[in-house]
C-alpha cells in the first residue's frame, strides 16, 4: 500500500517497506511505506495549505462532511471490521464493536461541532460587546496505537476536523492497514489535504511530525515513556499536548459484591483484547476472607474461555499483538513466582497454538507491590488478585501508584461508592460495569497517564484555542486614556 497525501495515494520518498503481519499466524498481510521526514513534510505542507479554506467552511458543512464518512464506515463496515481482526488481532465481536464506536464518533462530533463556538460574555460597560471565541489550531499531528488504531483515531480526527483543524495520522506501525483503508473509503469527500496520512516507524516519522514548526498540536496515545519523549521534545515550541498514555488500572472487589457478577465483571475488564487495552485491570484487590472462594471461581472462568484467531467465531481471547509483548508478560508471570506468587490458571504460552502470539489468560496469587506485574504496565492477559483487610486499605492501594487513568469497583454500597469516586485518583471510575465508555463522557489520565480529554465537550475543546474579543461600538474617548494630569 502507499500513503495518503493530499487526497490522493502517494509514494515514499524512501524504498524501505514494513512488513504488517496478522498475529494469530505471524503471515505477511501487506506492506506499506517506512516513510521519511520528507513525506510527513509533504504531508504537513498540504495540511498546511488546506487549513486556511477548511477553517472557513461552516460548521454545517463540516458536519455534512463528518456524516458522510461515517455513512460511508457503515457501507464497508464488515470490510473493515474483518481487516482489523487480521492485522490487530482482536475477535471479530470485539472490532465490530470498535468499528461501529468509531463511526458513531463521527456523527457524535458532526453535531456537536456545529453546536459550539464560544459564548457572549458581560461586558464592562454600556455599548460594548465581550466575546469569548474558540478557534482551531491549523495542523493536528495524531499518533495512534495499535490496540485500537480505528477508535483512538476517529477519537482525534472526529473533534479536530469539527473544530476546524486539518491532520496528519501516523498510524502504529503494527497495524496501518485498516487505517489507510478507512481513510480511502470514507474521506474521499474531504477537500484534498484536510486529512494525510503518513506510514513508518515513530523513531523517523513519530519524531518528524512531533518537531515539524507547522504543526502546532500533538495528539498522541501511547506509552508514558513515549509521551515524555514528546514532551521534551516540543518543549521548545510551547505545543499544545494531547498526551492518553500509560495505565495500571485497579479493580476493588467490596466484601458485599456478588460472586457471580464480580467475576464475570473482573474477566471481561482484564481480558478484552487480551488485556491489551489502556485501561485493562492490571491489579485486583479483594477482601481477605473472601479471596480463597473468588480465586477459585476466576480461575475456573477463565479456564473456560476459548483461545484462537480473532477471525473464528468460537474465540474468547486472541492473540496478543506480536512476540516482544508476549516476552514482557511472561518476564512479569515468572518475576512474580519466583518473589512467591502462586499461578492458579495459564501461565504459559497454549501448545495447541503454536504459531503466533498466544498466551492463556492467566490468575495469580499471593502477590504484592513489590512484584512488578503489581507495578509496572504488563499490557496482557494477566490477573494478579492481592487480599486486602480494610475499605481504607483497598483505597490507599488503589492509588499505590504512579499512573491514574481508570479504576474499577465492584459493590452495591453506596457509601463505598461515594468514597471510591471521590478518593481514588483516576480520570474515569467505573462501578458495577467496567471499561463502558461514554461519547459524551470525557475520558483521560490524571498523574502519568497523561494530559487533557478525549471525548465530550472537553474532547472537541482540545483542539480549539480560546480568543478573547472585546468591541467597544461607540469607540468614543475615555476619560481614563492620558493624559493623567488633566483629570
Known amino acids: 500500500m502507499k500513503m495518503w497525501i493530499d487526497g490522493r495515494w502517494a509514494d515514499s520518498t524512501a524504498a524501505q517497506v514494513i512488513e504488517v503481519t496478522d498475529p494469530a499466524t505471524a503471515e505477511v498481510l501487506d506492506t506499506v511505506p517506512a516513510g521519511t521526514p520528507d513525506d510527513v513534510a509533504r504531508a504537513v505542507a498540504a495540511a498546511r495549505a488546506a487549513f486556511a479554506a477548511w477553517r472557513q467552511v461552516t460548521a454545517v458543512e463540516r458536519a455534512q462532511m463528518l456524516h458522510g464518512a461515517a455513512a460511508k464506515m457503515r457501507e464497508h463496515f464488515d470490510e473493515l471490521a474483518r481487516l482489523l481482526t487480521l492485522e490487530e488481532g482482536k475477535p471479530l465481536p470485539e472490532n465490530e464493536e470498535e468499528v461501529d464506536w468509531s463511526l458513531n464518533t463521527l456523527d457524535y462530533y458532526a453535531e456537536l461541532g456545529r453546536h459550539i463556538r464560544g459564548r457572549v460574555i458581560p461586558s464592562p460597560d454600556a455599548g460594548q460587546l465581550s466575546l469569548v471565541l474558540k478557534e482551531p489550531y491549523g495542523v493536528v499531528g495524531c499518533i495512534v496505537p495499535w490496540n485500537y488504531p480505528l477508535l483512538l483515531l476517529l477519537w482525534k480526527i472526529a473533534p479536530a476536523l469539527a473544530a476546524g483543524n486539518t491532520v496528519v495520522v501516523k498510524p502504529a506501525s503494527l497495524a496501518p492497514l485498516t487505517t489507510l483503508r478507512m481513510v480511502e473509503v470514507a474521506f474521499d469527500h474531504f477537500p484534498p489535504g484536510v486529512v494525510n496520512v503518513v506510514t513508518g516507524r515513530g523513531g523517523v516519522v513519530g519524531d518528524a511530525l512531533?518537531?515539524?514548526?507547522?504543526?502546532?498540536?500533538?495528539?498522541?496515545?501511547?506509552?508514558?515513556?513515549?509521551?515524555?519523549?514528546?514532551?521534551?521534545?516540543?518543549?521548545?515550541?510551547?505545543?499544545?499536548?494531547?498526551?492518553?498514555?500509560?495505565?495500571?488500572?485497579?479493580?476493588?472487589?467490596?466484601?458485599?459484591?456478588?460472586?457471580?457478577?464480580?467475576?464475570?465483571?473482573?474477566?471481561?475488564?482484564?481480558?478484552?483484547?487480551?488485556?491489551?487495552?489502556?485501561?485493562?485491570?492490571?491489579?485486583?484487590?479483594?477482601?481477605?476472607?473472601?479471596?480463597?472462594?473468588?480465586?477459585?471461581?476466576?480461575?475456573?472462568?477463565?479456564?473456560?474461555?476459548?483461545?484462537?484467531?480473532?477471525?473464528?467465531?468460537?474465540?474468547?481471547?486472541?492473540?496478543?499483538?506480536?512476540?516482544?509483548?508476549?516476552?514482557?508478560?511472561?518476564?512479569?508471570?515468572?518475576?512474580?513466582?519466583?518473589?512467591?506468587?502462586?499461578?492458579?490458571?495459564?501461565?504459559?504460552?497454549?501448545?495447541?497454538?503454536?504459531?503466533?502470539?498466544?498466551?492463556?489468560?492467566?490468575?495469580?496469587?499471593?502477590?504484592?507491590?513489590?512484584?512488578?506485574?503489581?507495578?509496572?504496565?504488563?499490557?496482557?492477559?494477566?490477573?494478579?488478585?492481592?487480599?486486602?483487610?480494610?475499605?481504607?486499605?483497598?483505597?490507599?492501594?488503589?492509588?499505590?501508584?504512579?499512573?491514574?487513568?481508570?479504576?474499577?469497583?465492584?459493590?452495591?454500597?453506596?457509601?463505598?461508592?461515594?468514597?471510591?469516586?471521590?478518593?481514588?485518583?483516576?480520570?474515569?471510575?467505573?462501578?458495577?460495569?467496567?471499561?463502558?465508555?461514554?461519547?459524551?463522557?470525557?475520558?483521560?489520565?490524571?498523574?502519568?497517564?497523561?494530559?487533557?480529554?478525549?471525548?465530550?465537550?472537553?474532547?472537541?475543546?482540545?483542539?480549539?484555542?480560546?480568543?478573547?474579543v472585546h468591541w467597544d461600538m461607540e469607540g468614543g474617548i475615555k476619560d481614563y486614556w492620558y493624559p493623567y494630569g488633566e483629570k
Open 210 to 468: 512531533v518537531t515539524h514548526p507547522d504543526v502546532p498540536v500533538i495528539a498522541f496515545t501511547g506509552s508514558t515513556a513515549v509521551g515524555q519523549r514528546i514532551a521534551r521534545l516540543t518543549a521548545g515550541r510551547m505545543k499544545k499536548l494531547h498526551l492518553e498514555l500509560g495505565g495500571k488500572d485497579p479493580f476493588v472487589i467490596a466484601d458485599d459484591a456478588p460472586l457471580e457478577a464480580a467475576v464475570e465483571a473482573l474477566a471481561y475488564a482484564a481480558l478484552i483484547n487480551a488485556g491489551q487495552v489502556c485501561t485493562s485491570t492490571e491489579r485486583v484487590y479483594v477482601p481477605r476472607a473472601m479471596l480463597p472462594q473468588f480465586a477459585e471461581a476466576l480461575a475456573e472462568r477463565v479456564g473456560r474461555l476459548r483461545l484462537g484467531p480473532g477471525i473464528e467465531p468460537t474465540t474468547d481471547v486472541g492473540p496478543m499483538i506480536g512476540a516482544a509483548e508476549r516476552a514482557k508478560v511472561e518476564e512479569h508471570v515468572a518475576e512474580a513466582v519466583a518473589r512467591g506468587a502462586r499461578v492458579l490458571a495459564g501461565g504459559r504460552r497454549p501448545p495447541h497454538l503454536a504459531r503466533g502470539a498466544y498466551y492463556e489468560p492467566t490468575v495469580l496469587v499471593d502477590v504484592d507491590h513489590t512484584m512488578a506485574i503489581m507495578r509496572d504496565e504488563t499490557f496482557g492477559p494477566t490477573i494478579p488478585i492481592m487480599a486486602y483487610d480494610t475499605f481504607d486499605e483497598a483505597i490507599a492501594l488503589a492509588n499505590d501508584t504512579e499512573y491514574g487513568l481508570g479504576a474499577c469497583l465492584y459493590t452495591h454500597d453506596a457509601r463505598k461508592v461515594r468514597r471510591f469516586y471521590e478518593e481514588v485518583r483516576a480520570g474515569t471510575i467505573w462501578i458495577n460495569d467496567p471499561l463502558t465508555d461514554n461519547y459524551a463522557g470525557p475520558f483521560g489520565g490524571m498523574k502519568m497517564s497523561g494530559l487533557g480529554r478525549e471525548l465530550g465537550v472537553e474532547g472537541l475543546e482540545e483542539f480549539w484555542q480560546t480568543k478573547h
